[in-house]
Every structure is written in C-alpha cells, then in structure tokens.
C-alpha cells in the first residue's frame, strides 16, 4: 500500500495542541501506514514558554502562515473559544483545507454553516475532539441506520470531577475548580464548565450530526452545578443516589426534549459510577438497542487522541458527512418535562411546617415518596433542610408549587430542585 503523507498546519498550542504535537513527535510522524509532517504551528503569544521543541521555521504568529500555504492539506484548530478560531476554520475549509477542531462553542454556535463549508469545498470536518465522551461512537451515530431516540451523556470532566470530588474529599466546588484547571480540565473561561454551557455545547453538536440541524443554546434548557453543595450530594447518597451533570436528549415523533442539568443518578447505575475526570454517553435507538462509551472527558492525551483518530480518517480519504436533513422537530419546554424531583426546603423547625409543604404539592398535583429532616446545618437558629423526592411529576406543576411554598414565611430560602433522573442503564 501507497503510503501517503498529511501536511499539517495548527492554529493553537496549548494543553491540546501540545499534546498532539507530542503524540505525533512520539510516533516519529507515523501513525500506521500514514505520515504525519507538522508544517507550521501558529500561536498567539511569542513570549509565551513553552514544553516544547519545534524544529526551526515550524513556529510562527501569522496565521496566513498556514491559510496560504498550499502545501497544507490539513488543520487542527484547538485554539479555542469563538474568535478568531471560528474565522480560521471557515477560511481553511474556504481554502480547501481539511479540518479538524475540538471547539465545541464555535461548532454550537454555527455547526450549520461549518458543515456546510467542509460539504462544499470537499474537505472533511473531524469534530471527535469536540466531545470526547462520545468520539468513537461519532461514526455510528452520523450513519446510525436507525433512528436515535434518546441520548444521556456526562459531557465534561470539570464537572464530573467536582462532583466526585465533593463525594470523595469532601472538598468545597471552588477549591475542587481549582484542581481542575490545575489538571488542564478546565476551560479557558471555567464558567463555561460550571454553568453548563460546555456540555450544552457538546450536546448540540451530537445533535447537530444525529439529526442534520443544530439547535440553538438558547433553545435547550441549561443549567450548571453552582446551586449543588456538599450537604446535596451527602444527602443523594444517603438516599442511594449520586449527582451527575447530564446532557438528555430525548425525541418522540415530531418533538424534541434536550436539557443539560445537574440530576440525581440511582448509584447502582454505569453512569452514576463513572468518576473523576470519566465521561460516558448511553445511546438508545427505536429499537430500544442501547449502546454506549465511556471515556476521560477531558485532558491534553485524551484530547489529542480524538484527534489523531480523525487525522487518520483525513489520511485514509473518509468524508465526514451529515445526515439527510430531517423535518425540524419542535424542541420542547422544560415545563412540559416529567421526572421525579429531589426537592430541598430550608424552613422554621416547628408543628405543622412539613404539612403546609405537603398541602402546596398536593394541590398542584405532585405526590411523594419520601422525607427526610435533617439536623440545623448552622448550629444558630432554628432553621433545618427538609429533602423529599416526589414521584414522577410535571415540571411546570412542581414550578407552579415552588412559588407559592417559597413565599410562606416559614421558609427561609429559595428551595431548591434537582431532577432525578432513573432511566439510565
Ligand atoms: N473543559 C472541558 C471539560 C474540556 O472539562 O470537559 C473537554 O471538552
């Protein structure tokens, strides 16, 4: 066999840039029966220092040191955030250039139009970095024969890590943050972590190659682990579950239900056991077939593999295409979601308060399956958590029943809710 040569140019090297450049400078630039020759890597700041020795004329500040090049047939764009990493990509697809990014803000933002551009210009589009969780199953999904009903994934490794870490070492979510952006997990601005946004982001461009439309951010239900303390995830374990940041996304004829936030797992499940820096992905067909993939969800190797693997389906000539477009489906409201819900009241310890609770969720329809009152978390006054979980209910009536018990004046906070969700394998 012929064995052929890439001509690869980089737009960024930080933790995931640098990692592919070591990959490839490990493997000698041979990956199998393909070779691998890094042109030109472009970054921002000169200054900065660098863990790395490039051959001499490989670094540069210029992007137009790759953009017109022609002997680069390939870029890896892991710069990062929406400019101007969103412009490169456009103008190397423009130009011809296969593309491979792990930018998952600038595929939500304008999955569409990319796709669009790799399909005209005849170039691929590698996006597995983009989600690490699901990259060895991003080609099944794309030509998936049968139609995918539902997904549940645990999209980022900063959030996963959190959480375990607040089960495990009883540490605080700022100081468990820190540690991650330590690891490399982080995103360049955290609160894309911690608020959602990433694996809103992540979810959308699995529906964007699932489906062959990309709903926007706006469009889904987001919401990160800011309101989750120690005390939350103690009291999901005592009840036998373990919290998890989740990215759902479930079709039902003509409509669609995708949401990203934080959710009550039963702990015997795979999901609820995946931990630390582990992601996973569970798909279920209309079948009822479930397969799924677990794998870090973030840091520099885990990442640059994703890569490798797509500049091996460039060097073996695959063209990544999106599916035939489907009908648009309406995306549903989270008011017309139905789950079960972990509900937290802090409120005045005296006679007759876990009634008035009781009485406002009767009336609004929502049934439940258990209490428990703990002890003062502060050893001043007279305030104690109250935690029920509800049978299944619907979301826009435990809404309705939040307002009204919030404003009795023997509740001294906004209550709080966690969905819980027991449909995972
Ligand atoms: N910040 C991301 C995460 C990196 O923690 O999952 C990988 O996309």
């Known amino acids: 066999m012929k064995e052929k040569t890439l001509h690869i140019g980089i737009f960024g090297m930080g933790t995931v840039g640098t990692g592919v450049v070591e990959f490839l400078m490990r493997k000698k630039g041979k990956v199998g029966n393909f070779h691998f020759s890094i042109e030109k890597v472009v970054v921002k700041n000169p200054k900065k220092k660098r863990d790395i020795f490039l051959p001499a004329g490989v670094l540069s500040f210029n992007p137009r040191d790759i953009l017109n090049n022609p002997k680069i047939d390939t870029v890896i764009e892991v710069i990062g955030g929406y400019h101007p990493a969103g412009e490169l990509v456009l103008e190397s697809l423009e130009k011809g250039k296969n593309v491979i990014t792990a930018n998952k803000a600038i595929l939500a933002a304008s999955g569409d139009k990319i796709f669009q551009k790799a399909l005209e210009n005849n170039c691929y589009l590698g996006v597995r970095a983009s989600n690490i969780a699901a990259y060895r199953l991003i080609e099944s999904l794309i030509n998936s024969p049968s139609q995918i009903e539902k997904i549940t994934g645990i999209f980022n490794g900063t959030c996963n890590y959190i959480l375990t870490g607040m ?134 190797y885990p990442t640059a593999t994703a890569i490798i693997e797509d500049l091996i389906c460039v060097a073996q000539g695959k063209k990544l295409l999106l599916p035939a477009q489907n009908s648009p489906l309406n995306l549903k409201s989270i008011g017309e979601v139905e789950t079960k819900y972990y509900l937290k009241f802090y409120a005045i310890d005296k006679a007759g308060v876990l009634a008035r609770i009781a009485n406002i969720l009767g009336e609004h329809d929502i049934s439940i399956e ?35 018990i919030k404003k009795l004046p023997v509740i001294k906070k906004d209550p709080l809710l966690i969905r819980v969700e027991e449909g995972v394998f």
């Open 167 to 300: 089960e495990k070492k009883n540490k605080d979510l700022s100081h468990l943050l820190k540690e991650a952006q330590t690891m490399g997990y982080a995103e360049a601005n955290p609160a894309e972590d911690i608020n959602g946004q990433d694996t809103a982001h992540k979810l959308i461009v699995l529906l964007g190659i699932t489906l062959g439309h990309f709903p926007s951010t706006q469009s889904i239900y987001v919401e990160g682990i800011t309101n989750i303390t120690l005390q939350d995830v103690i009291y999901a374990k005592e009840l036998g579950y373990r919290i998890k940041l989740l990215a759902i996304a479930q079709r039902e004829e003509n409509s669609l239900e995708a949401r990203v936030h934080p959710a009550l797992i039963p702990d015997d499940r795979w999901l609820a056991r995946l931990e630390g820096v582990e992601n996973g992905l569970e798909i279920r067909d209309e079948a009822g077939l479930e397969i799924g993939m677990q794998a870090p969800g973030a840091g520099k």
């Open 370 to 404: 258990s209490v428990i009152q703990k002890g003062k978390e502060d050893k001043k006054g007279n305030i104690v958590p109250i935690i029920m979980l509800t049978h299944y209910s619907q979301e826009k009536n435990i809404q309705k029943a939040l307002e009204e």
